[in-house]
């Protein structure tokens, strides 16, 4: 239980000084950011159409390509592979 404890513990402290801008010992990855408006004008595609074949909201996709928000998570991970590899990922979802 103590060993658990202190990964924990240094798991934590590790994210503390990675948020304050410290160097870490930890992997950190961290896709790179993506212009959402050029990968949807690569693809021909309108708002209503990306974001159907994406499976993202209209709205969260307005919000991505007009700068109020920027997409994170898996999102982002998602938004990068569509970057990168388009007819793949419309292959993989059909």
């Given at each position: 239980?103590?060993?658990?404890?202190?990964?924990?513990?240094?798991?934590?402290?590790?994210?503390?000084?990675?948020?304050d801008?410290?160097?870490?010992?930890?992997k950190v990855?961290r896709?790179?950011?993506v212009?959402?408006?050029?990968?949807?004008?690569?693809?021909?595609?309108?708002?209503m159409?990306f974001?159907?074949?994406?499976?993202?909201?209209?709205?969260?996709?307005r919000?991505?390509?007009?700068?109020?928000?920027?997409?994170?998570?898996?999102a982002?991970?998602?938004?990068?592979?569509?970057?990168?590899?388009?007819?793949?990922?419309?292959?993989?979802?059909?």
């Open positions: 239980m103590n060993n658990a404890y202190e990964s924990i513990a240094q798991g934590l402290q590790e994210a503390i000084d990675l948020n801008g410290k160097k870490v010992a930890a990855h896709p790179p950011h212009d959402v408006a050029k990968i949807r004008h690569g693809l021909g595609l309108t708002q159409e974001a159907s074949k994406f499976c993202i909201s209209v709205s969260t996709l919000h991505w390509e007009r700068g109020d928000r920027t997409p994170h998570g898996p982002l991970a998602l938004l990068n592979v569509v970057a990168k590899e388009p007819k793949a990922v419309l292959r993989a979802l059909g």
